[in-house]
Structures are given as C-alpha cells and as structure tokens.
C-alpha cells in the first residue's frame, strides 16, 4: 500500500506576496496529489539551502520527527542595482544542487530569479505560470525516479 509523500516545502519570505502566491499553487498541486506537508519559513532565497540541510541533519540525531520524502522551495530573487542578485541566485541554486545530488533528494526547486516584480508575477500566480505548482510537480516526480530506482520505499 502506498502512503502519500510527506513534503518539506522551504518558504523565502523576502517578498511575502510573491511568497504567498506561489505558496498557494503549491498547497494546491500538494493536495490534488494528495501529499501531505509541513512549511517552513526563512527570511529569504538565501537560506533556503540551510534549511534544508538542517532537516536532512535532523534525521542524523533526532529520530522523532516524520522524515520528509521530498522537498519543495519557494523564493523570490529581482534584480537590484548592485551584484548582490548574482551572488544570491547562484549560491542558492548551487547549493540546493549540492543538497539534491549528495543526498538523493527528490528537491522541487521554485525560487524564481527575475528582473523586476512584473515578472515575478507572471511566473508565481496561480492563473498564469504557477512556479509553485510547478516545483511541487518536479519534486513529485523526482520521487517517482526514486521510487523506479529502489530509493524510496513508498
């Protein structure tokens, strides 16, 4: 019998109503897969990669906690005047790479990195690109390659 996947999603907060939009598509793509999940919040794209390690870590030492099948990250990066953005988007993404590949996890990755807040827009609501529905759907099937290769029992 399969159980639903139990997700981490990982919420920048930096633009909380960018945040918030790409959250709903994701609650929405988690429900109609009938996932559960439990949402953690962070000051922003930058330490969403700590986040995750933290989780993946907590397994290591504390075996209390329901351990989480999948990964799910929402942010928000816009372009400023300084290289600041260079430094955030690449850094995240690198180490979130890093995360998913050192430890087999199936990671959605959902941090848009745009040029201003009209893009932004586009890509985070539910009616138009829905990233976060999106990047619940990558992680759902990257759980399915694992499924396929034996890494994930369920």
């Known amino acids: 019998m399969n159980e639903a996947p139990h997700i981490m999603i990982v919420e920048g907060r930096f633009y909380e109503d960018i945040a918030d939009e790409m959250m ?9 897969a009938g996932a559960t999940y439990e949402r953690f919040t962070v000051p922003g794209a930058f330490e969403i990669p ?11 030492v504390f075996s209390g906690r329901k351990r989480f099948d999948g990964y799910v990250t929402l942010g928000c990066v816009i372009r400023g005047e300084t290289s600041h953005y260079d430094y955030v988007c690449g850094e995240s993404a690198r180490k979130l790479q890093d995360l998913a590949c050192d ?11 745009v040029e201003n807040r009209e893009q932004a827009w586009d890509r985070a609501a539910v009616d138009r690109r829905n990233k976060g529905g999106a990047a ?17 029992p369920r």
Do not use: P, W
């Open 103 to 113: 430890f087999t996890l199936a990671l959605g990755y959902g941090i848009l990195t």
């Open 136 to 152: 619940v759907e990558a992680c759902l099937a990257m759980l399915e390659l694992k499924r396929q290769f034996r890494l994930f």
């Open 50 to 60: 700590a986040a995750v390690r933290f989780s993946v870590r907590s397994m290591d």
């Open 24 to 32: 709903r598509g994701a609650v929405a793509a988690l429900e109609a």
